[in-house]
């Protein structure tokens, strides 16, 4: 769904089980991706990236898939922790964008239930 | 190692002051960018300076805002005559190199306040 204002959407996912986070994307021409975490009070901190060349980039509990086709990045997070509970934010770049700006999506909220 | 540093963390000022912010980027981060993030919402663009030069500027940057990285380390944002409005978290990121695809490390921000 589409954040408006405060209300964030929100993912509420067990302690242990694996979460999954979606964005969709809306520029053909976005060539590099990125997922970063906020945590309250907090400045976004990078998590992982990918290039349009990939599909598929695996880092240390999280996995990031990238759709071309439906212009669709999911954020996989395995044994889900409560330190992974923060609003989760995609972005997307071109290397052809000679201002080299990201575009952000609206973020996702986890949160972990015990 | 050291990440991104902003200064202050956080500033309470009366509408109509000058204040000022300044960011500390990684070491030999080529790249340093401003950005304003309210409540709720993703950061928004404000201007990026690769090295001392100021190669973006986004039209949320009204006249009364203004940036300087005068020795392309530190960058300083200075916002005059402020407004209910500019109530935000002013965030600052660095990167290296020249891509775009090259991650870009935020600090914690200054979450400004006017009363």
């Known amino acids: 769904g589409e954040s408006v204002g405060l209300h964030l959407p929100t993912l509420s996912v067990q302690e242990g089980d694996n979460s999954i986070i979606n964005c969709a994307y809306s520029n053909s021409a976005s060539d590099y991706f990125i997922w970063y975490k906020q945590e309250s009070g907090k400045g976004p901190q990078f998590i992982i990236d990918i290039r349009s060349n990939m599909d598929k980039r695996q880092g240390q509990r999280v996995t990031v898939l990238l759709n071309k086709t439906v212009k669709h990045l999911s954020l996989q997070i395995a044994a889900t922790q409560p330190g992974d509970s923060a609003v989760y934010f995609c972005?997307?770049?071109?290397?052809?964008?000679?201002?080299?700006?990201?575009?952000w999506g609206a973020g996702t909220k986890l949160i972990i239930k015990p | 190692d050291t990440g991104v540093s902003q200064d202050p963390r956080h500033k309470i000022t009366k509408r109509g002051q000058n204040v000022t912010f300044r960011c500390d980027p990684i070491?030999?981060?080529?790249?340093l960018y401003w950005y304003r993030q309210t409540l709720g919402q993703g950061p928004e663009f404000l201007t990026y300076f690769q090295n001392e030069a100021q190669l973006e500027k986004s039209r949320l940057l009204s006249d009364r805002f203004s940036a300087e990285r005068p020795k392309g380390s530190f960058s300083t944002l200075e916002i005059q005559r402020t407004e209910q409005g500019d109530s935000a978290m002013y965030l600052c990121?660095?990167?290296?190199?020249?891509?775009?695809?090259?991650?870009?490390?935020f600090g914690d921000g200054t979450r400004l306040s006017i009363l």
């Open positions: 972005a997307e770049g071109s290397r052809s964008n000679s201002n080299y700006q990201l575009i």
């Open positions: 990121a660095s990167s290296p190199g020249t891509g775009i695809d090259q991650p870009q490390h």
């Open positions: 070491s030999e981060h080529n790249r």
